[in-house]
């Protein structure tokens, strides 16, 4: 297997479920148990409502691409290739931002998607996103 050259994650307390159930192949964001929004990315407060009761909840995966652009003049040398780099509003409400697998002029807003895991080293799975 070739060294992994990109930037790989760096998980903190707060964040490391969200890394873990990825390295699980699973997709997982924090509910409030206080207002019942989900909510992206992984804090310590709710950002609605301040209630610090979060859970960590399965979630479908599904979702549209809110925006997106093709990067092709890349700012690190490991990224050769052109891809896209994409804000997919998922089922559940939340916005992540994240890669498309796919050819860039396939991509447009409101593109159905569905999560996609790339186990990029043994230890890190990064959550992108396929066309559904
Ligand atoms: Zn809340």
């Given at each position: 297997m070739s060294e992994y050259l990109k930037p790989l994650p760096k998980p903190s307390p707060t964040s490391r479920p969200f890394w873990d159930a990825a390295r699980r192949h699973e997709l997982k964001l924090q509910r409030c148990a206080g207002c019942g929004k989900f909510i992206f990315y992984?804090?310590?407060?709710?950002?609605?409502?301040?209630?610090?009761q979060l859970e960590w909840r399965a979630v479908s995966g599904r979702g549209k691409v809110y925006s997106y652009t093709v990067v092709?003049?890349?700012?690190?040398?490991?990224?050769?290739d052109p891809y896209v780099l994409a804000i997919v509003e998922l089922e559940e409400g939340p916005r992540m931002t994240t890669n498309i697998?796919?050819?860039?002029?396939s991509v447009r807003v409101d593109l159905p998607v569905v999560v996609h895991f790339d186990d990029v080293t043994p230890e890190n799975t990064l959550v992108k996103f396929k066309p559904a």
């Open positions: 992984p804090r310590t407060r709710c950002p609605y409502c301040f209630g610090d092709r003049r890349a700012s690190h040398r490991a990224f050769t697998v796919a050819a860039p002029e």
